[in-house]
């Protein structure tokens, strides 16, 4: 059965820092990208961050861009996304999600398979 599943969420001040992780299971996750997305409420899911599958191509979205750092560790199956300076705009849930290559691609409803997602909060 292939899923993934998002942790490392929680409720953190701003200027702080958390990691994400996004574990891969019935399947391996070294063929694919993976991207980061989130959906704050009231708002439309948005990109945050994609890494392929060989890691050697990473995007951001404007906003996280300088803040946010993505990598992946195929031995262990896992993806990561490294926020800091977080600011209260940043909080969403956070999905990983896969889609059907090994390049990242630009229209999510390609992503094929999804994580039920972490919460992240971002308040003093």
């Known amino acids: 059965q292939v899923q993934l599943v998002e942790s490392g969420g929680g409720l953190v001040q701003p200027g702080g820092s958390l990691r994400l992780s996004c574990a891969a299971s019935?399947?391996?996750?070294?063929?694919?990208?993976i991207g980061w997305f989130r959906q704050a409420p009231g708002k439309e899911r948005e990109g945050v961050s994609c890494?392929?599958?060989?890691?050697?191509?990473?995007n951001y979205a404007d906003s996280v861009k300088g803040r946010f750092t993505i990598s992946r560790d195929n031995a262990n199956n896992t993806v990561y996304l490294q926020m800091n300076s977080l600011k209260p705009e940043d909080t969403a849930v956070y999905y990983c999600?896969?889609?059907?290559?090994?390049?990242?691609?630009?229209?999510?409803?390609?992503?094929?398979?999804w994580g039920l997602g972490t919460q992240v909060t971002v308040s003093s």
């Open positions: 019935g399947f391996s996750l070294a063929y694919y990208a």
């Open positions: 890494i392929s599958s060989s890691g050697s191509t990473t």
């Open positions: 999600a896969a889609p059907g290559s090994g390049r990242c691609l630009v229209n999510m409803y390609e992503y094929l398979y």
